[in-house]
């Protein structure tokens, strides 16, 4: 079992920036991945990045050069900064714990992000 728990999401305008921290109960090194998903109203839930604990990262097209995924072992934490934003990013955003591969099995409760003028 592990809690995550997310901070750092808000209100931005277009082109600004965020970044979004997820603090987790337990050692993460010991998990294969970490991940942030995302879920925008009326609309699926979509993996934005992960990175393994390797440190090899995976971004969705959607967010590919304008979000990066960070981690920091020692500190248990994951981190999502979010550059160059726009509208479509508006959305719930999850953070993830993955056993093995892109399944996510725990799930933080999630941060707010709204990108509106």
């Known amino acids: 079992q592990v809690q995550l728990v997310e901070s750092g999401g808000g209100s931005v305008q277009p082109g600004g920036s965020l970044r979004l921290s997820c603090a987790a109960s337990?050692?993460?090194?010991?998990?294969?991945?970490m991940g942030w998903y995302r879920q925008a109203p009326g609309k699926q839930r979509e993996l934005a990045a992960t990175?393994?604990?390797?440190?090899?990262?995976n971004y969705a097209d959607s967010v590919k050069g304008r979000f990066t995924i960070s981690r920091d072992n020692e500190a248990n934490t994951v981190y999502l900064s979010m550059n160059s934003l726009k509208p479509e990013d508006t959305a719930v955003y999850y953070c993830?714990?993955?056993?093995?591969?892109?399944?996510?099995?725990?799930w933080g409760q999630g941060t707010q992000v709204t990108v509106s003028s």
């Open positions: 993830t714990a993955h056993l093995r591969g892109l399944v996510a099995d725990y």
């Open positions: 337990r050692d993460i090194f010991s998990f294969y991945a």
């Open positions: 990175i393994t604990s390797g440190g090899s990262s």
